[in-house]
Nanobody, 121 residues
Framework: QVSLVESGGGLVQAGDSLRLFCTAS????????MAWFRQTPGKEREFVAL????????DYVDSVKGRFTISRDNNKNTLYLQMNDLHAGDTAVYYC??????????????WGQGTQVTVSS
């Protein structure tokens, strides 16, 4: 069992940066591929980025490539998402997840409660 808690969200202006954190407790995250998803009201949860257990593979949705960077510190049991040059379209609740490698929500068994990111234009 892994418990995940996101933090770092907030209200920023277009072009600003934010760094999201996902802190795990229970089991170590080193056993899992970790991912970030996001969701806006009325829409399905959308894949943003994933990083495999040993950080060799990082995958991003096209809309964030070159702006977002996913990373992890297994010793600190923490996942990160560095978000630069934020756009209004990045506004969403961001969730971290632990599971198997994949871009769908069904690949992940454990989820955090989410952190709100709001980008004003």
């Amino acid at each position: 069992q892994v418990s995940l808690v996101e933090s770092g969200g907030g209200l920023v202006q277009a072009g600003d940066s934010l760094r999201l954190f996902c802190t795990a407790s229970g089991r170590t995250i080193s056993s899992y591929t970790m991912a970030w998803f996001r969701q806006t009201p009325g829409k399905e949860r959308e894949f943003v980025a994933l990083i495999t257990r040993n950080a060799i593979i990082r995958d991003y949705v096209d809309s964030v490539k070159g702006r977002f960077t996913i990373s992890r510190d297994n010793n600190k049991n923490t996942l990160y998402l560095q978000m630069n040059d934020l756009h209004a379209g990045d506004t969403a609740v961001y969730y971290c997840a632990a599971g198997r490698q994949g871009r769908t929500t069904t690949s992940y068994d454990y989820w955090g409660q989410g952190t709100q990111v709001t980008v004003s234009s």
